[in-house]
């Protein structure tokens, strides 16, 4: 299946999509602000410069799209028609540096929290902050959004 636009405007898009605050970022950061908590954004020194870090809990929050991060199972996981080597060797990469930022903060002690850019489709954004808020107040090492939009 051939592209739906050309290149020149395929590039531009792809040029446009931004690497941090965005909308599901900016969404969820509102909420956990209005409920209280203080973070602080993209900390350079701390592996993969995650969204959100709660330096108190030694917690941190990636807010990955699905498309880039390559969300198993999602209806937004979807692999462009043309140019398939490019995109797989290009999303394998992110894919794998992602488990290399999570394996080395687990590491060095702090506790990781992926939320996915399809939990906040159809209005669950309070569902993920609750669901959030509930991990940061616990003791796992580890938390994972599962509002997964399926195909």
Known sequence: MADVVDPPTRSRMMA??????TKPELLLRRR??????RYRLHV??????????FPSRRAVVFVHGCFWHRHPGC???????????????KFNANMDRDQQH??????LGWRVAVIWECAFR?????????????????????FETDLVRRR
């Open 16 to 21: 446009g999509i931004r690497g941090a605050n």
């Open 32 to 37: 956990l602000h209005a409920a209280g908590l």
């Open 44 to 53: 350079a020194d701390l592996p993969g410069r995650p969204d959100i870090v």
């Open 75 to 89: 209806h937004w996981c979807t692999t462009p028609a043309s140019n398939r080597d490019f995109w797989t060797i």
């Open 102 to 107: 999570i394996a080395k903060l687990i590491a």
């Open 122 to 142: 159809d209005g669950k954004i309070e569902s993920v902050a609750l669901a959030l808020r509930k991990w940061l107040d616990g003791v796992d090492a580890f």
